[in-house]
């Protein structure tokens, strides 16, 4: 059995592109259509029931592609979101990037002190914290919302003086306590590009971990397991929508994706109107 039918996967903007990375690498074959929603970006400060509508509306445009299942490649839509879209959509496969972020939290820590940084939605909602202790009730647990981050990616600034002194701003405190992290969860979809800089500010001891990787591989097994996979060999197509600013999009998304972009690659959508 082969199912061509393309993935649909949605972001508030352009920083799930981290996840249509990862997922275009573990499964080449498949078709991906994304949707960034950069009129109403950020998700990240807004409350969960505005959220909630903003992914709903999203997943329905999503349909109108006949999508196989839905990957919402944005950590604060999964930390709000899930459960609502999987309950309006079954028996469409709805996967979100929490949980298999936790898993590798999980896994990558050694003495049990995971910090996770995100923004002020994730963090409020404490999705990472009850998706890492469901794992392992002994993990302490630290949180940080580092808003900025979500700009200066945004902005495509992703290394140089700003960034630095951005990070050691937010970092600093959390790895100054006696009882240091060992791994730091980069729970929002924009952090992965800041890595580099991360990494220098927290230093090379702690295990940098993105959701991006396991997500794509949450997929890979769910595909499997439900029969959903294509038997396609040659390689997917990817199909680029916003909801806005299509030069940004394609200027910006480039950095997320690692390859160019075409504004004519881009289709503007409206979802008032879908
Ligand atoms: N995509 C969001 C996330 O991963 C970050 C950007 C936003 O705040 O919308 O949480």
């Not at 409350?47 to 999503?62: E, I, P, R």
């Not at 496969?93 to 003495?111: D, N």
């Not at 910090?115 to 994730?122: K, L, M, P, S």
């Not at 003086?161 to 050691?168: I, K, L």
Request: charged letters at 20%; one cysteine or more; glycine letters at 8%.
């Amino acid at each position: 059995m082969s199912d061509n039918r393309p993935i649909g996967v949605f972001d508030s903007g352009i920083g799930g592109i981290t996840v249509l990375k990862a997922l275009r690498a573990h499964l080449p074959h498949e078709n991906l259509v994304y949707l960034g929603d950069m009129a109403r970006l950020p998700y990240g400060t807004k409350s969960a029931d505005t959220v909630t509508a903003y992914s709903l509306q999203t997943t329905k445009h999503l349909l109108t592609h006949d999508v196989k299942m839905i990957v919402i490649a944005c950590n604060t839509a999964s930390s709000v979101a899930l459960a609502p879209l999987q309950a309006a959509l079954a028996p469409l496969p709805v996967i979100g990037v929490i949980e298999p972020g936790a898993e590798a939290a999980v896994a990558a820590t050694k003495s049990n002190h995971i910090a996770v940084i995100a923004t002020e939605a994730t963090v409020r909602v404490g999705a990472y914290v009850r998706a890492i202790h469901a794992r392992n009730p002994d993990a302490h647990v630290v949180q940080e919302p580092c808003g900025l981050f979500v700009t200066l990616a945004e902005e495509g600034w992703v290394s140089g003086d700003v960034v630095e002194a951005t990070a050691r701003r937010y970092l600093t405190p959390l790895f100054k306590r006696k009882a240091a992290p060992d791994t730091l969860v980069l729970a929002c979809t924009h952090f992965p590009v800041l890595a580099k800089t991360i990494r220098k500010v927290v230093g090379r001891g702690v295990r940098l971990v993105d959701s991006a990787e396991t997500t794509a591989r949450a997929v890979e097994a769910a595909l499997d397991i439900q029969g959903l996979c294509t038997k396609r060999r040659g390689r997917g197509t990817v199909k680029f929508l916003t909801t806005d600013s299509v030069d940004r999009f394609s200027r910006v998304g480039g950095i997320f994706f690692g390859e160019v972009i075409r504004p004519k690659d881009v289709e503007l959508v409206d979802l008032q109107f879908s």
